[in-house]
T-cell receptor, first 120, second 109 residues
């Protein structure tokens, strides 16, 4: 399986400021990464699909000008929450698609440890 | 497009069995199952492809009925370590992933 890291793991920021979250694929090159947001006691909601070298594909209802995604290399995707507000406080998780251990060539998702954002 | 899971929550005593269901309104290419502990990222359990296959992982197994667009996760002889929130994840043609509504499972001694 793939090893995925996120940085920072926890951040508090003031309302109106911007926060950048990094997602790194440590042991293989990821052409596609996913960004999810999870509110307390809720499921993961897909925000966008990040494609290396091209624009991200955003899910309906996700503001692309507010959540800037940059996938500049095969090992790094960044999510920038611009002009953050308290309602943006959430658990942000990235994932990569990697060939799984099933031996059937299937792609499986491997998740980063998540970034907990609190906007005050 | 979010799959619906049932039940929403379940409490088991060690050694008891449970079934978690996942139902989608869309045609599915595959179904994934994950377990998430509080404050942590989800951990992949297994993937099932269309074709009605079943899979097993220790004492956790799953089935996928593509015609009914449903999958079920079976936990047998539950252990304390099984506690967590279980999510199904569905893949549509086009590689879009959507996570289910989640099922909170608590195993007590």
């Amino acid at each position: 399986g793939a090893v995925v890291s996120q940085h920072p793991s926890w951040v508090i920021c003031k309302s109106g400021t911007s926060v950048k979250i990094e997602c790194r694929s440590l042991d293989f090159q990821a052409t596609t990464m996913f960004w999810y947001r999870q509110f307390p006691k809720q499921s993961l909601m897909l925000m966008a699909t990040s494609n290396e070298g091209s624009k991200a594909t955003y899910e309906q209802g996700v503001e692309k000008d507010k959540f800037l995604i940059n996938h500049a290399s095969l090992t790094l995707s960044t999510l920038t929450v611009t002009s953050a507000h308290p309602e943006d406080s959430s658990f942000y998780i990235c994932s990569v698609l990697g060939v799984g251990a099933s031996g059937r060539g299937l792609f499986e998702q491997y998740f980063g440890p998540g970034t907990r954002l609190t906007v005050t | 497009q979010q799959p619906v899971q049932s039940p929403q929550a379940v409490i088991l005593r060690e050694g008891e069995d449970a079934v978690i269901n996942c139902s989608s309104s869309k045609a599915l290419y595959s179904v994934h199952w994950y377990r998430q502990k509080h404050g942590e990222a989800p951990v992949f359990l297994m993937i099932l492809l269309k074709g009605g296959e079943q899979k097993g992982h220790e004492k956790i197994s799953a089935s996928f009925n593509e015609k009914k667009q449903q999958s079920s996760l079976y936990l047998t002889a539950s252990q304390l370590s099984y506690s967590g929130t279980y999510f199904c994840g569905t893949e549509n043609p086009g590689n879009q992933f959507y996570f289910g509504t989640g099922t909170s499972l608590t195993v007590i001694p």
